[in-house]
C-alpha cells in the first residue's frame, strides 16, 4: 500500500539575533497585510486545499449553528470557493492510510480548545501541552464524576476503539443540554488532558479515540515546555494574523496578555506602528518583506470566521461592527439570526442573514453599505447558492428598500 506523506513538520521558531528595525505601517497597509495573511488577498492556494488553508490559519473554529452551512465548513469555502463539502469533511476526518511502520490511521487534524473549540492541525499537538497540563493542574467543573467512571472509559476505548460519547454509555442523563452523564463527563476531562483526542466528528457527534493509538509516536511524546509552546503559539497567531496587537495576538489562541509578554520578543514578529492604532503591534517579518497586492475574494464571512472572530480588531481594521445575534431574543436582533459579513475588494460591504427552503437559498436580511455594494452582495449570494445546491435565491428585506430592486435585478440577470 503507498504510504501518505509525513505531516508537514512545523516550522522553528526564529530568535532574531539583532533587534528588528521598528516599522511603520498606513492603516490600509495593515489592512491588506491582515487580508494576505488570512487568505483573502492573491490567488487561492486551490492546490493547498482545505488542509493548507488548515495549516496556514493554525485553527478553524466548530460551532453547532448550521444555516447555510457550518462554520469550520464555511472557513475554507470563503477563500477556496465552492468546493465540495464533503471535500471538506475529508480533507479534516479522514485519516492517512497505514503503512506496516504505521498500523493505526494518521490523522491530519484534532479537535482541541484554542479559540474556542477548534480543528488544529495534527503537528501542532506539542504545542498544546501547556494548556493540557494546566487542564490537569485546575479545579474541575461542577460536573460530578462517579468514581471509576474515567478509568471505566479508557479501558472501554483502548478495548473497543474510537467510540462517541452516546456509544461509550450516553452523553446526557437528561434532556437537559448541561446535564452529562458521568461518562460524558469522564471522556470530557479525558480530552482536556490529552489522554484522549477527537479526530473526527460523526454526525456531529464527537468521536473519541486514546490519543496514544491516534496521535503520531513523533508528536505525541514531543513534550514541550511551557515557554517553548507560547513562543510557538504567539508566532503562529502572528503568521495567521499578519499583523496585531498583544491583544489580537493573545485572543487568536486563547492566551493570557502576561504569556503574550513574556514570549513575543523571541518569538520572531517584529514591533510595529500603524496609523490609526492606539497599541503597540506586531507583524510576522514574511508579511512586510513585500507588498500586499493581488485579486480580492468576495464572500460570505461566518461570524466565526478568524479574519473577523475578534469585534474589537474588526472594528479597528475595516470600520465594522459586527455582533452575532443568535443568542439575542429575536425582537433585539438588528440584523438577523445568523448575519454573514459581505467580503468584497478588501472591504466588508453588507451583512446577509441566509436560510434554506428547500432549492431556494434565501436572505432574510440584507444590509448594503450603499448601492455600489450591491454587484458584490449578489455575486456572495449567488457563489454560496451553487455551493449548497441551491438554484435560486430570493430576498426578503433589504435595510434600504432603494436598493432592494437593484439587488433583485442583479440576481435575476445572473440566473436567468
Not at 532574531?16 to 505601517?25: C, D, K, S, V
Not at 492556494?45 to 482545505?50: D, E, L, Q
Request: charged share 25%.
Amino acid at each position: 500500500m503507498t504510504s501518505s506523506p509525513p505531516h508537514p513538520t512545523p516550522r522553528p521558531t526564529p530568535t532574531p539575533a539583532q533587534p528588528t528595525p521598528h516599522t511603520e505601517l498606513s492603516a490600509d497597509e495593515a489592512r491588506r497585510i491582515a487580508l494576505r495573511a488570512q487568505g483573502f488577498l492573491g490567488a487561492p492556494n486551490r492546490k493547498a486545499g482545505v488542509r493548507g488553508t488548515l495549516r496556514h490559519l493554525g485553527a478553524v473554529q466548530l460551532d453547532t449553528i448550521s444555516v447555510l452551512a457550518r462554520s469550520h465548513e464555511l472557513i475554507p469555502y470563503a477563500r477556496l470557493g465552492a468546493i465540495p463539502r464533503k471535500t471538506v469533511e475529508d480533507a479534516y476526518w479522514k485519516p492517512a492510510s497505514t503503512t506496516e511502520a504505521t498500523p493505526h490511521p494518521q490523522p491530519h487534524a484534532f479537535e482541541y480548545w484554542s479559540h474556542a473549540a477548534c480543528i488544529l492541525p495534527v503537528e501542532e499537538w506539542p504545542h498544546f501541552a501547556f494548556r493540557r497540563r494546566a487542564y490537569r493542574s485546575r479545579p474541575h467543573w461542577n460536573h460530578d464524576l462517579p468514581p471509576g467512571t474515567y478509568d471505566q472509559v479508557i479501558k472501554q476505548l483502548r478495548t473497543e476503539g474510537p467510540l462517541t460519547a452516546t456509544e461509550l454509555g450516553g452523553a446526557k442523563r437528561t434532556s437537559e443540554w448541561w446535564d452529562w452523564s458521568g461518562t460524558k463527563v469522564a471522556v470530557e476531562r479525558a480530552l482536556m488532558y490529552g489522554e484522549v483526542v477527537c479526530v473526527e466528528r460523526r454526525g456531529w457527534k464527537r468521536v473519541y479515540d486514546l490519543a496514544e493509538r491516534a496521535i503520531p509516536d513523533t508528536l505525541l511524546h514531543d513534550e514541550l515546555d511551557d515557554t517553548e509552546c507560547l513562543r510557538r503559539l504567539v508566532r503562529l497567531a502572528g503568521q495567521s494574523l499578519g499583523v496585531g496587537t498583544r491583544t489580537d495576538i493573545a485572543d487568536y489562541h486563547r492566551l493570557k496578555a502576561e504569556q503574550v509578554d513574556a514570549v513575543i520578543a523571541e518569538s520572531g514578529l517584529v514591533p510595529v506602528t500603524v496609523e490609526g492604532w492606539s497599541k503597540p503591534a506586531w507583524a510576522d517579518p514574511a508579511a512586510l518583506e513585500t507588498p500586499a497586492r493581488g485579486r480580492h475574494r468576495t464572500t460570505l464571512l461566518s461570524p466565526f470566521d478568524s479574519l473577523i472572530w475578534e469585534r474589537a480588531r474588526t472594528e479597528r481594521i475595516f470600520g465594522f461592527t459586527h455582533r452575532l445575534e443568535a443568542y439575542v431574543p429575536k425582537p433585539k436582533r438588528v440584523y438577523g439570526y445568523f448575519a454573514m459579513p459581505v467580503l468584497a475588494g478588501g472591504h466588508l460591504v453588507g451583512r446577509v442573514d441566509p436560510a434554506r427552503e428547500g432549492n431556494t437559498l434565501v436572505a432574510r436580511q440584507v444590509a448594503l453599505n450603499g448601492p455600489k455594494a450591491v454587484p458584490a452582495v449578489a455575486q456572495a449570494l449567488l457563489e454560496a447558492a451553487t455551493w449548497v445546491n441551491c438554484t435560486n435565491v430570493r430576498v426578503e428585506r433589504v435595510d434600504a428598500p432603494d436598493l432592494r430592486a437593484s439587488l433583485t435585478r442583479e440576481l435575476t440577470r445572473a440566473l436567468t
